[in-house]
């Protein structure tokens, strides 16, 4: 039998991790289209620029919350 903290690991493994990158690197794609079609656009640059801000942003939070429980387990030396 497994325990939860087991399948939970896997289900993060397997399903979540993905989603999480394939996600950004479609953001990572569609801001540099953005930036290639912007064509000098002030305002479309600063479209990109923010696109591509989010992307990143949303990388930062989605690592930082999967390192958590990680980092307090081993705070905690569970």
Do not use: E
Not at 40 to 60: E, M, Q, R, Y
């Amino acid at each position: 039998m497994y325990d939860i903290s087991t399948i939970i690991g896997n289900v993060i493994s397997m399903i979540v991790w993905p989603i999480l990158f394939g996600s950004v690197t479609i953001m990572f794609i569609y801001s540099g289209i953005m930036f290639a079609t912007a064509a000098g656009d002030p305002s479309k640059i600063t479209s990109a620029k923010k696109a591509l801000f989010f992307a990143l942003v949303g990388l930062l939070v989605g690592v930082i919350a999967f390192s958590i429980p990680t980092i307090f387990s081993g705070i905690l030396g569970t």
